[in-house]
């Protein structure tokens, strides 16, 4: 079988592999195009994936960027990373490109378009400017190191490389292309790869009276707690559904039920019980809301207890505490007790649930572990092969919503192939 030839290869034509192939070809081949580049993507058309991101606007970074954003054990890794690519220095390579920005109130950045579709067909027209061949339809399922390069065995031909840049992203959205393709590459390649769960999804809960709040939403504060210690806390619009609770409150709280129902541990250590808690009322202590309770039962003594959050909370959040105070909506205010008042009101403040195992991968935005960061240097290259640089999802780094990881999938392409083109043109000096 024939064997096709490239300097440097990029297997995934997602987010960070067409910003690595921007980077990489324009280094190379602005004056001539010289070098042979090309992006292996097995689906028909790039940047599916990227595609759907920020609900099709693009959240592409954040201004309030800090290590702090993503998971405690890739903090150390990612802090030279977040420091030399802040905020402003991403905006300032899609600039480049010709990019202009809308921000939100919270600090999201946006293509001024708001449309995610302008931001692959910029990286895709900058890739092709700089002569990249973008070959799609071509699934990539085999890497052997060969000499002082790499062979790639496609479902169609058999490349060879000088130089690869993995780029083929986590498990999260395999209906986008994500099945973890990343893995299997380095466990072919002798890397090691931590274990990998779900992350900013919904949370599944084994609650047996969710489904009365189906399609509440109330805003409110969430905290997750392991042994009865708190963990992390969030506000946000939580969404009660049948059988799982979400919004964006939510997924940055799922990381940690991904960690303990994958190793029994939350933040590495090891926990027997986990919690969500919710706030319903931040604004107001529990005993302004016993307070209120209390007047609301002396000023409509007459009517059914069903009524006492009226005007408080959603009506099926109202009845839903009141069964779980053991409370019948349709006695008469009247007779409720004192310790009923403060039960609710005690509700009120810490309603919990009780999550069970996240199912899959297919509602996650981002995949949790990966290819362990011992492994990768700064500049994304491959401390076992100098020549091979890994980026992305597919790496053990995951960041909050908020822009977070599509920074990281942009500024880790960015990097790998700007350090690609120039350890390729010192090489050939």
Known sequence: MEIKNYDIAIIGGGAGGLAAAVCVSKKLNKNSKNYKIAVFEKELKCGRKLLATGNGKCNLTNENMSPDYYKESSREFIKPILSKYKTDKLMLFFSSLGMIFRKDGSGRVYPYSGMSADVLEMLLMNALLYGTDLICGTNIDKIEKQGTGFL?????????????IIATGGKAQPNLGSRGASYSFAKMLGLDVTPIYPSLTPIPCSDKDLPQVKGVRVPCTVTLTADGKNIHTEKGELQLNENNVSGICVFQLSRYVGE??????VCGVKTEKIEITSDLMPEYSQNEIEKYLLSQRRKYSALKAEELFTGLLNRKLGLFLC????IDTNEYMYSLTDD????????VKSCTFTPSALPSFNSAQVTSGGIDLSQINSDMSCKKYKDLYIIGEALDVDGVCGGYNLHFAFVSGIIAGNACADKFKGERK
């Open 340 to 347: 009923d008042i403060s039960r609710l009101a005690a509700l």
């Open 260 to 265: 303990f129902f994958t190793l029994g541990t």
């Open 323 to 326: 069964r779980r105070a053991d």
């Open 152 to 164: 790639l065995y496609g479902n169609k031909n058999t490349y060879y490389c000088k130089k690869l």
